[in-house]
């Protein structure tokens, strides 16, 4: 069985910064790349940033500059270091792992931001 828990949500202000946390744990054979997406009320979810197992990185334009994403791959873990905060980062973030079998989604980490 696979987990794949977010953490690190939280509310700040305008300028401010968090950063998300991915931990991926149980019976994966390997992990052909990892992504941060985020789904803001009445809005589609969208693909933020990913990173692949080469280290290859997208990142949106929405967030180009500002975030940051990265893998802990001694600790099966993908971070999103997230800066100058704007109120339309306002979303639940949800961490994505795919495999060459199978992709899997954490439950989404609630980030606020606002005055």
């Known amino acids: 069985q696979v987990h794949v828990v977010e953490s690190g949500g939280g509310f700040v202000q305008p300028g401010g910064s968090l950063r998300l946390s991915c931990a991926v744990s149980?019976?994966?054979?390997?992990?052909?790349?990892m992504g941060w997406f985020r789904q803001a009320p009445g809005k589609q979810r969208e693909l933020v940033a990913s990173?692949?197992?080469?280290?290859?990185?997208y990142s949106s334009d929405s967030v180009k500059g500002r975030f940051t994403i990265s893998r802990d791959y001694d600790n099966n873990t993908m971070l999103l270091q997230m800066s100058s905060l704007k109120p339309e980062d306002t979303a639940v973030y949800y961490c994505?792992?795919?495999?060459?079998?199978?992709?899997?989604w954490g439950q989404g980490t609630q980030v606020t931001v606002s005055i």
């Open positions: 994505k792992v795919v495999t060459p079998t199978e992709d899997y």
């Open positions: 149980g019976s994966i054979f390997s992990i052909y790349a």
């Open positions: 990173i692949t197992s080469s280290n290859t990185i």
